[in-house]
């Protein structure tokens, strides 16, 4: 298993539907056999530029350990995952 951080954006929403995105990615990571380190929730700040004409974005940072296959399906679902503005997944160097 190799170690992993992946940040991403959400669309400024309530607290409820920002909670919800971010145990739905918790939870497919730990059910595609991830161990979560640690789910940091940063909160909203102000996007450098707008994208899709949205100033906002409530940020959060996952550190995992995962195979790389369920690194690719993280990938894939967020992808296709509306409240999803943007995402990165990168592997942490040893």
Known sequence: MNNYEVMYIVKPVEE???SAVVKKFDDLLTANGATIEKTDKWG???LAYPIQDIQDG???LTTFSAEPAAVKELDRVMKITDEILRHMIIRKGE
């Open 58 to 60: 409530l940020y959060v």
């Open 16 to 18: 409820e539907a920002y």
């Open 44 to 46: 909203k700040k102000h």
